[in-house]
């Protein structure tokens, strides 16, 4: 099975820098999607950004464009997500997760149906 560890997570200032690391233990991590996903306290679980297998498609969620870069290493079975000019709204739990069944150079997806493998989350606090 795939396991998938999160780590990098923290309070920093608003404007500030984190980067975020999504390691996964399993055979599938470099021929599938990779994705980012935030809870914020009292909302519902969003998408943030995802990677194709090979890197060639990147997606973000309208409100981090510009600001976050998700970006992987398949040789060290990691993918990260850089935050920059981070901002109090940003504060969330933020999990990786794998899509399965997504192994397209070009397409990524944004619905969590698709992602069936989920970290446990790092929490991020941005203060104002």
């Known amino acids: 099975q795939v396991q998938l560890v999160e780590s990098g997570g923290g309070l920093v200032q608003a404007g500030g820098s984190l980067r975020l690391s999504c390691v996964a233990s399993?055979?599938?991590?470099?021929?599938?999607?990779m994705g980012w996903f935030r809870q914020a306290p009292g909302k519902e679980r969003e998408f943030v950004a995802a990677?194709?297998?090979?890197?060639?498609?990147?997606h973000y969620t309208d409100s981090v464009k510009g600001r976050f870069t998700i970006s992987r290493d398949n040789a060290k079975d990691t993918v990260y997500l850089q935050m920059n000019s981070l901002k109090p709204e940003d504060t969330a739990v933020y999990y990786c997760a794998q899509d399965p069944n997504n192994s397209g150079n070009y397409y990524v997806r944004t619905s969590q149906s698709e992602y069936h493998y989920w970290g446990q989350g790092t929490q991020v606090t941005v203060s104002s």
């Open positions: 399993g055979r599938t991590f470099s021929s599938t999607a």
């Open positions: 990677i194709s297998w090979s890197s060639k498609s990147t």
